[in-house]
Nanobody
């Protein structure tokens, strides 16, 4: 069983930056692809970024490419999401996700992941 705990959310003005962290415990961290998803009020959960177990492969939603960077430190069992040039439309609850031997992704039936964090609120004011 893997536990995920997010931190780093908050209120920021448009154009500002935040860094989210997700600390994992209970498994072999490098065996898990990790991802960040977000869900705004009244909207479906969507994938934001994902990273392979080794950190050698990353993927981003088109809406955040060039602004967000996902990274991981396998020695610290932590994955990060650096968010720059934030926009009001980035406002959402951000969730950390872990998937064994695969990258968390979206499918026709919704997000695919083995474990989820509790979420952290990110609010971007205009």
């Amino acid at each position: 069983q893997v536990q995920l705990v997010e931190s780093g959310g908050g209120l920021v003005q448009a154009g500002g930056s935040l860094r989210l962290s997700c600390a994992a415990s209970g498994g072999t961290f490098s065996s898990y692809g990790m991802g960040w998803f977000r869900q705004a009020p009244g909207r479906e959960r969507e994938s934001v970024a994902a990273i392979s177990g080794s950190g050698g492969s990353t993927d981003y939603a088109d809406s955040v490419k060039g602004r967000f960077t996902i990274s991981r430190d396998n020695a610290k069992n932590t994955v990060y999401l650096q968010m720059n040039s934030l926009k009001p439309e980035d406002t959402a609850v951000y969730y950390c996700a872990a998937r064994y031997l695969r990258i968390p992704t979206m499918s026709g039936s919704g997000p695919r992941s083995d474990y989820w964090g509790q979420g952290t609120q990110v609010t971007v004011s205009s």
